[in-house]
């Protein structure tokens, strides 16, 4: 049987506030999903409020009715369970709209960052390719009636054009499968935590995703400790979403630093979570009781960063790619038009 599909992180955010906004209006889980299920426009949506609604007025509690859809995240589902426990359900829900829309955010920035430089990388294989199979031919003709040759890399272009014509279905099949090793790392799962975990660990990429777990970490400790949740357990389950090798390192050494008798601030400068300077905040946030509003100006700052940073590696991509194109197409033109210039102009 076919797992249901997990809500994306945008629908997460947008069930959470939702929802938030119906407990403070006094009004129940069931008879909330009954109005949701009015305002929402797709027939899967419509169905997911609907089972929601009818687990909940069979007299289960909020949390096992989402639990029940199998397209929550089990993150999700323990901290309304501790809302509804709490009694703070509504703030529990709230913090959570916040995470995911702060988590789509960063989302909606790497593929932004990512897609333009894709499309200019294609824009130049199909320029360059047009140039070799379809102008360079013309110019050998060319020199051909005028007795000449043409020049080594003109030559070696065009015998790389003749070569991917000859084996042009080959190229195709290989062609299909880069794109659908590329779905397959964009769409599922998998291929996305793969993608990660080498992001994660490429040296151009690494300290980005270090940032980015970093406010990962922040955002849910927050989260968590404005859950009522203790901070041994709201370690252990942040070290499921922060989908980051070496931060799943540095939790579980912090985890063994408080089992060793230290306090969180000392945890988590010995594990080397944070900086110094965020390091210093927390120290000083335990201190007054109030590590739940440092951890969320943290998280902010982490995302602000990431943010930053995201924008000045694209300011440097798009002119470089830009460049890179300009020169490769001007030196396949001039690889024949130099040459065709000083036979036209002999000839003269």
Known sequence: MKSPKRLSNAEISSFCRQTALIIQAGITPAEGMDILVHDTVSKEGKELLQQIGDTCRSGKYLHEALAATGVFPNYVVSLIALGEESGNLDSVLLSLAEYYEREENIAESIKSA???????????????????????????????????????????????????????????????????????????????????????????????????????????????FTSGMDTYQSLDMISGIVENDQM??????????????????????????????????????????????????????????????????VSIIEPTLVILLSLIVGIILLSVMLPLMGIMSSIG
């Open 114 to 224: 990512v897609t333009y430089p894709m499309i200019m990388i294609v824009m130049m294989f199909v320029v360059i390719l047009v140039l070799v199979l379809k102008v360079l031919p013309i110019f050998r003709q060319v020199f051909v009636q005028l007795g000449t040759e043409m020049s080594p890399l003109a030559q070696s272009l065009l015998n790389i054009g003749n070569t991917l014509s000859k084996y042009s279905i080959l190229f195709t099949i290989i062609l299909f499968l880069l794109i659908g090793i590329s779905l397959f790392l964009y769409k599922t799962p998998q291929g996305r935590k793969q993608m990660q975990h080498f992001l994660s660990h490429f040296s151009l990429t690494r300290s980005f995703y270090d940032k980015v777990a970093a406010g990962r970490f922040a955002s849910g400790m927050y989260l968590a």
């Open 248 to 313: 799943v390192k540095k939790i579980e050494l912090c985890k063994q630093e408080i089992e060793r008798s230290s306090n969180l601030p000392e945890a988590l400068a010995k594990s080397e979570i944070f900086s110094g300077l965020y390091s210093r905040m927390v120290a000083v946030g335990f201190r007054s009781g109030s590590t739940d509003i440092v951890m969320k100006q943290i998280a902010k700052s982490y995302e602000e960063e990431t943010d930053k940073q995201i924008a000045r590696i």
